[in-house]
């Protein structure tokens, strides 16, 4: 469990019944129900993002402030929420005031029809485009809240990630624009510092049952660059296809444009 999934839920426990219950019709985010639980725990904290909100009241004026929508929840109940509560869709809910968010008391309707908040909805699910004169287009995965781009190297496709907050947004360009310059070179390096980090551990962990040991070679050819993410100060991280030689996890690379790498795991 989160930070601030434990933080809303120690601000449950010691404020009980006291929030504010309010009936609100809201447009939910793009990224769906989703829910975490902590190591040994049995109930989800489940919850979903609020992009817009109003009292139900007509001539109530509207929020379009984020605000997390939360309940603690078994797994049939996690399904349950999933199923009702979709994403991108405006609702109808009951709902508790607390530590910055809601708390779900009701579901009243899982797909409502109020005009104003499907306008609302209609204008949040349009495409957010950044041009930069150098990389071209990116388009904002709304999901995450970062602008991605879809490259293609060496017969593949390669997504390439950049922040989208106004103040990090040109230093992570300036860090992709250094990458795209000498992407073979970086590639390499990423994937070179990779095998000195995971071939070990593949030969000794994560042999099959009859598997001879593999060569460094092997294990550079099995590798297959799917993203890039791009930050401020120079930094990045690779993510690899391990080619099932790992259980088909995803292998990391944490490096810098003045040539240091950082870390690799999966």
Known sequence: ????????????????????????????????????????????????????WRLSEPSAPVHEEPK???LEVDDEKLKWMQRMVKKESVVRLKVREIAGGFWLEEVLESFCTDVEMQEIGRKQQEPVYYEDEVLGRFCLNRATGFYEQTLHQSGSEVQLTIESQEERLELALETAR???????????????YAADQLLD?????????????????????SLWLND??????????????DGEMLGGHTIYVDGNVYGRFQGAGL
């Open 1 to 52: 469990m989160g930070l601030f999934e434990r933080l809303f839920k120690r601000e449950i426990e010691e404020t009980g019944e006291q929030g504010r219950i309010l009936q609100i019709v809201a447009v939910t985010g793009p990224e769906g129900v989703t829910g975490n639980r902590g190591s040994g725990e049995s109930m989800w904290m489940a919850g979903i993002m609020l992009t817009a």
């Open 68 to 70: 997390r929508l939360m």
């Open 178 to 192: 250094i990458l795209m310059a000498n992407l073979e070179f970086w590639m390499e390096a990423a994937a070179a």
């Open 201 to 221: 551990k593949k030969n000794s962990q994560w042999l099959k049952e009859g598997e001879e040991k593999l060569s460094r070679e092997a294990f550079l050819a």
């Open 228 to 241: 890039i993410l791009a930050k401020p100060g120079g930094n990045f991280r690779f993510w690899y296809s």
